[in-house]
């Protein structure tokens, strides 16, 4: 069985990469969804059921979900479903999996912090390609730290900045700010 599915939950594990035999990188986490509802008689949130899904991220994307995503964030994925079945010590068995073609962090649930990977083809790399300026067009790879040919950066070159009203280090919303939006006018008085 292999469906398209997008799925809305939480990260359970830390994800986890390891490399094919071909070298391809594959980096997997656990995603537990569970529908919640608002019962309207007890005024109270109820949770439904949760489904456990083992995800798979193959190639750049894998690279881009180990650097960017961590256990208890909550994620959008869309994939290719496919169940399995195979008997086991206690009986039948299933496991539900989750081929990625795409993750990204729930921006209902907070905000995130998009970053572009650049990467070179490898006979840039070796040929030494120069932008227009004269400078190295090379960039690194996901997953490698930037100036790891020893050469130093400045973090500014690297990561953006915040938005105004999230705070840099953890990403959270400030308290009293809503990002993205200008303060109201006040009426003018006559």
Partial sequence: MTEQITVRGYVATDPESRNLPDGTVVVTFRLAS???WFDQQSSAWRDGHT???SVQAFRALGLNALASIKKGQPVVVVGKLKVRFWEGEHGRNTAVDVDAVSIGHDLALGTACFQRTVTSSPAAEHNGATGPDGESTAQPAPGEAAGASGESRDPAE????????VDPE?????????????????????
């Fill in 51 to 53: 489904n456990w899904f």
């Fill in 158 to 165: 690297v990561d953006p900045p915040a938005p105004e009203g």
């Fill in 34 to 36: 569970t529908p919640r």
């Fill in 170 to 190: 953890t990403g959270e919303i400030r308290p009293g700010s809503e990002p993205g939006r200008r303060p109201r006018r006040q009426p003018a008085t006559a």
